[in-house]
């Protein structure tokens, strides 16, 4: 039992050349370094001067080395417990037999914070950036690995500001919070554009977060003026069996076609319009609409396209969307000359006409002496075999029918249509 016992302790023994400070009333902060650095790590002190740095194991030799690298490090203590900081950056080395432990350490008061004020503006980055400069300090922190590479050390300066987001299922736009975190300001930095108008927050740095001395600057208002949208289109159904509708899940089919198009925009826009094109392109329109929602009855066979675009009030930022794409087949109408209202319930008890894209009808339905025994005005309804309701009788009837498809085909069609059913239903004498 006691080997055992022996490991699990090793597996908790503290690191040999482990580092301490003291002198110092502000916590020290360790950052990890890569693997590829050589470092054990990064130490960050609120002020260098004066503060000891201990090596927990008791005895080590100390080095110092700078950008060049651990390879050009001086000796400045041997065989010491720990040594004195005199200020400023640098890194060191401790040995202790043939073992090295490498570490930087950064005087924070030589890379001091300092947010005195911020502005934000277009600048000359389009419309998706906008330009904030700093006033103060938050230039880049610097550190060396053991080869002599440069780092950069991550302030995690932070960067908040109101926008707004797209909703894509419910066609808007809803309020957010734009979060960004940079490694450090160098004068000037660039953002996504808001979409709405606000204010820039910065905050930092995570070093002076930690010691509970953070700063913040606010920018003064910012006036958007990049322009987005959400955009949807929504075709009305028709459940009319006798309709046939070309396949594909996309937008048009049998006309005539009745799509919804919809619209949602960011503060900023303030010139909207749909856009209709037969060609893909768009250099010819064949209409347009100066609104966010249209509704578009499409009656013509052909491809047609369809996109919004929207653009800010000095014209500066546009927006222009996904092109729809509707396609409304080519006419077809198929009469059949025979049904069973009397026989079969629910089965073949209609007489409807199948068709497709078609934009105009009339059908007129007689008995063998000419009467008249209906009038169909739509291409989905049918004839149940009543005459003012009766049941017609079984024989031979005749229909006429002067219809237009929506590729300009004109339909002048009649033929006969056969009721088959018993001679026992009752049906009035028409016939």
Not at 184 to 209: E, K, M, N, Q, Y
Not at 334 to 363: H, M
Request: aromatic share 10%.
């Amino acid at each position: 039992m006691k080997f055992p016992l022996t490991i699990l302790l090793l597996a908790f023994a503290p690191a040999l050349h482990a580092i301490s400070f003291q002198g110092t009333s502000f916590k020290a902060i360790e950052v990890p370094a890569e693997a590829s650095t050589g470092l054990d790590g990064v130490w960050v002190l609120r002020d260098a001067r004066g503060v000891e740095i201990l090596c927990d194991d008791g005895i080590a030799t100390w080095s110092r080395f700078g950008a060049s690298g651990a390879a050009y490090a001086e000796e400045i203590a041997s065989a010491s417990a720990s040594i004195r900081l005199t200020g400023g950056d640098c890194g060191l080395t401790l040995a202790y037999g043939n073992r090295q432990h490498h570490y930087w350490i950064v005087d924070y008061s030589r890379h001091e914070l300092n947010l005195d004020g911020a502005d934000a503006a277009d600048g000359d980055y389009g419309c998706d950036r906008v330009q904030l400069s700093l006033r103060g300090n938050a230039d880049a922190i610097r550190y060396y690995s053991i080869n002599g590479r440069e780092l950069t050390l991550d302030r995690e300066i932070s960067v908040e500001y109101p926008t707004l987001v797209a909703d894509r299922d419910n066609i808007g736009f809803a309020p957010s919070t734009a979060s960004i975190s940079l490694p450090f300001i160098a004068g000037s930095t660039h953002v996504a554009a808001p979409l709405c108008d606000t204010r820039f927050t910065i905050s930092g740095d995570r070093f002076l977060r930690e010691w509970g001395e953070e700063q913040h600057v606010v920018t003064a208002e910012y006036h958007a003026i990049a322009v987005d949208a959400v955009t949807a289109a929504r075709q009305a159904e028709r459940d009319a069996e006798n309709e046939q509708k070309p396949g594909g899940d996309g937008l048009g089919g049998s006309a005539p076609c009745e799509i919804e198009f919809t619209a949602a925009t960011s503060d900023a826009a303030v010139y909207t319009e749909w856009q209709l094109s037969r060609t893909p392109d768009f250099d010819i329109l064949d209409n347009s609409f100066n609104s966010t929602d249209c509704t578009v009855t499409f009656t013509e066979n052909g491809t047609f396209y369809v996109r919004f675009t929207a653009a800010n009030s000095a014209g500066t930022c546009e927006y222009t969307g996904d092109t729809y794409e509707v396609a409304v087949g080519e006419s077809k109408l198929l009469c059949p000359n025979a049904f069973t209202p009397y026989t079969t319930p629910g089965v073949n008890d209609e007489w409807r006409v199948s068709y497709q894209s078609i934009i105009e009808f009339k059908c007129d339905i007689f008995n063998r002496w000419g009467a008249k025994m209906i009038t169909l005005t739509d291409p989905s309804q049918g004839w149940d075999g009543k005459y003012n309701g009766k049941n017609a009788g079984p024989g031979v009837y005749y229909y006429v029918i002067r219809a237009r498809g929506a590729d300009g085909k004109d339909y002048n069609i009649s033929g006969d249509i056969n009721i088959i059913g018993s001679r026992e239903s009752n049906y009035n004498n028409q016939q």
